[in-house]
């Protein structure tokens, strides 16, 4: 079957976000003074195909873990859907 997995990689809270501040700092000189906070990630799509939603969850946890997170310094979430 084939799967679409959605994948969310961001910097972790406790490390400075040096491209999320700079994205604060340049909407606030836009006039957007409402917003306090940004964070600035990595939104990945993989294609699978895959036995079954357990094998294609399996598949995108490796290909985070090996590849796509560095998992010293990013966190990383995700949805498998069919399709």
Sequence with gaps: MKYTAH???M??????DP???AVTNSLHNL????VQGARVGKHVTLAIE???QAAAEQATTEACKKLLANQVMEAFTFTVTEG
């Design 11 to 16: 910097p972790l809270k406790e490390l400075l």
């Design 31 to 34: 006039g957007l003074t409402q």
């Design 7 to 9: 994948i969310n990689i």
């Design 19 to 21: 491209q999320g501040k």
């Design 50 to 52: 895959a036995a079954d």
